[in-house]
DNA sequence: CGATTGTCAATTGTCGACAATCAACAAGAG
DNA sequence: CTCTTGTTGATTGTCGACAATTGACAATCG
């Protein structure tokens, strides 16, 4: 997740793909492209300005991200989420943090608690605060500061795809009325049992701090897929 | 991993950039492209007979498989091998496997205890037969079987990737010594341990089964990463 | 009227040519 | 001699044009 460089007087020299992929993928995580909405290729690539080659391989790209869906000769469409998918989405993503928190609590290394309890700080002002957004994209980090401190690369490739599509689901469904004081609050005990490298506490919270949003989304998606109804 | 149609008059009508990903794939994975060489557009295009069009979609999707490593401006190739990618493909195996076969256990549907108890029959008679090549093969349908039968369609997708690194790693560095009838025999506790449904010694023996072999193979890595040692 | 077959427009797939970029090497200044 | 600064050749990136495929609809036949 720490991408770029530092040297802020340096221009980034990405191929026109990647600058491609970067636009769309924020357009569907963002909610702009709805599930299911095809991507035409011909009038995406006049609205960016570009030839159909680079917005191709882009499309590949996204679609080993699981954005976007393929089908030869047929066209490309947002990927539609069905509430199994985000069944799925959330169960593994379940797996993959509970890994990452035993290999955390291995390293035993003091840097990861004390990165976390930032994090958590910076969560709970923000909360208190009432910003919603910056709530969220704190929360966000957080699941990212875990997976990256695990030190397993194939692990963090692994999540990227994962976690892409579960902010893509939060976004589509951003519960307003939910108390984000208390979301901030949360994760505090999972950072205790890190710190106190209690392995199986830490995990039976984090299992149920994820598995527990992941049911509340899944359990009401196919009756109001989205959050103001239009397609 | 149950592809195509079962209608046997059926022609595929594949496009380009999907059979070259094969071809590129099995190249990969069978050793004939080894970790670090270089893939020139031009020349593989040539080789192929076709435009550097879908070969570039194709090296996109590959890349997304872990297969191959491309960088900008600079070139693919395939990607390299490091004691570190075993440590965390073996790992990451792992975790997969045990949540599937949890999975597999709360399902209690017999079939695919059935099926699991065929693939073992079949693994030991090539076992017995002297067949290396043959068990190894049915090693790789128990595993996925075992995936599949878990009824989760992102970590099948997600094991797909991992699935094939570890199929290259084996390919590489495949030890004609092992006993390959004690192969097969490790498989029957783990089929036993599903029959009874007992999840935690299922997941133990299943830990041991994938963990011992990763050691084994990344522990000798670096010292001799080829088994003929060419480049 | 129903089923089959032909046609067409929209869209994706593929190609060859040209532009942009980079690493390595050569040339020159200090 | 060493460091900097062109130059160059190989390779990737991008483009516009053309070919192939698909699904839908119209035409035809029984």
């Not at 191709?56 to 069905?82: D, I, M, N, W």
């Not at 695990?150 to 795809?161: A, E, F, G, R, V």
């Not at 106190?196 to 992941?214: M, N, W």
Request: glycine share 4%; hydrophobic share 40%; with cysteine.
């Amino acid at each position: 997740m720490s991408n770029s460089t530092n040297n802020p007087l340096h221009i980034e020299n990405k191929p026109l793909r990647e600058r491609v992929v970067d636009v769309l993928r924020e357009a569907i995580v963002s909610g702009e492209f709805k599930p299911g909405q095809p991507l035409i290729e011909m009038e995406i690539a006049a609205q960016l300005g570009i030839s159909r080659a680079p917005l191709r391989e882009a499309l590949q790209f996204l679609s080993h991200e699981g954005l976007v869906e393929v089908t030869p000769y047929r066209g490309t469409v947002v990927k539609p989420l069905t509430r199994t998918d985000i069944e799925e989405l959330y169960s593994l993503r379940c797996v993959l943090e509970t890994f990452a928190l035993q290999r955390l609590i291995a390293q035993n290394n003091p840097d990861n608690v004390i990165k976390l309890r930032q994090c958590y700080e910076d969560m709970l002002t923000a909360a208190q605060e009432g910003d919603r957004k910056l709530v969220n994209n704190i929360d966000r980090q957080f699941h990212n500061l875990l997976i990256d401190s695990s030190q397993h690369s194939l692990l963090s490739t692994t999540w990227n795809s994962v976690s892409l599509r579960v902010r893509q689901v939060m976004t589509l469904r951003n519960r307003k009325n939910r108390d984000i004081t208390q979301i901030a609050y949360n994760h505090l005990p999972i950072i205790e049992a890190i710190a106190q490298c209690d392995e199986l506490l830490a995990t039976r919270l984090i299992q149920e701090h994820i598995s527990s949003a992941g049911d509340l989304i899944a359990e009401l998606w196919d009756t109001a897929p989205t959050e103001d109804g239009k397609a």
